[in-house]
């Protein structure tokens, strides 16, 4: 008595158990095997800003998929990065996670490039990405790519400990609709919603909107500078909520070139930890 398993990579395995086996006979046993998707040969753009596979990069480009994004559900879009090797991660709540590469991490981690499809994400002013004022839902996400190694030369002096470039979805390779709505403790909820299409060959569009909200853990700040009985404190509001929404219009004059127009609206209220207290 045998157990017949048949493998091939791309395809699910199949099996079949109890083979009786006599003898001086032969039997013939026909399988028919169920394709599924593999995932190989990642194509990344920030490790030397072309599209290059992960595996032929000179520099390592960790990435963090789609998949990986939804399955998380972090509060923010960084926040599935605190598993990406070489990156310290800064948490403070539920509105604010911040990863930073070499040197002490803090709330403010100025020396990572921040770009979204390859533009500056930095706000101005700040010199710094806040978490929870990304311009981008996390439905709308295709990967995020992490270099980790000084990438100066390719993306200038802010460049100096790494990038961070978050990959948003084409919609000529993600078409479609979608809503979602998830829910979790301290009584968050996350609604997210897309729609994205084509006009003809050479026309794209996505619109794009997700809402966020959660009771953060509370805390009581003390003023700094006080001192007892005359101590002062600071009680925040714990509520915390994002709205972000967004519309791309997309034109393709040729094969592999694309020119976008984006607009969009992020609006936050959370509690947010700073270089001042």
Avoid: C, H
Wanted: aromatic share 8%; no cysteine.
């Amino acid at each position: 008595r045998y157990a017949l398993v048949a493998t091939r990579l791309g395809y699910a395995n199949e099996s079949v158990s109890a083979l009786d086996v006599i003898a001086d006979s032969t039997i013939t046993v026909n399988l028919a095997l169920r394709i599924v998707a593999v995932q190989s040969n990642v194509i990344v753009v920030s490790g030397a800003r072309r599209v290059e596979r992960a595996a032929d990069s000179d520099v390592s480009t960790s990435v963090v998929s789609a998949e990986q994004l939804q399955q998380r559900a972090e509060p923010t879009v960084f926040g599935t990065l605190r598993q990406v090797p070489g990156l310290d991660f800064f948490s403070s709540g539920l509105g604010q996670q911040q990863p930073n590469a070499r040197g002490w991490p803090n709330a403010f981690a100025t020396n990572m490039l921040f770009l979204i499809d390859g533009r500056l994400a930095t706000l101005p002013g700040l010199g710094t990405t806040l978490p929870g004022m990304v311009p981008v839902t996390q439905n709308d996400v295709a990967q995020i790519e992490v270099v980790t190694g000084a990438a100066s030369a390719l993306y200038g002096a802010n460049a100096a400990q790494g990038v961070i470039n978050v990959v948003t979805k084409d919609p000529r390779q993600y078409p479609g609709q979608s809503v979602s709505m998830s829910f979790g403790d301290r009584t968050s909820a996350r609604t997210d919603a897309r729609f994205a299409g084509m006009i003809g060959p050479r026309f794209g569009y996505k619109i794009s909107a997700e809402t966020f909200q959660a009771n953060d853990f509370t805390t009581r700040i003390r003023i700094a500078g006080l001192v007892a009985p005359d101590s002062a404190y600071d009680d925040p509001e714990p509520q915390v909520s994002t709205l972000s929404t967004g519309a791309t219009l997309y034109w393709y004059p040729a094969t592999g070139r694309s020119i976008a127009f984006s607009s969009g609206v992020q609006e936050s209220n959370y509690i947010n930890v700073s270089v001042a207290g």
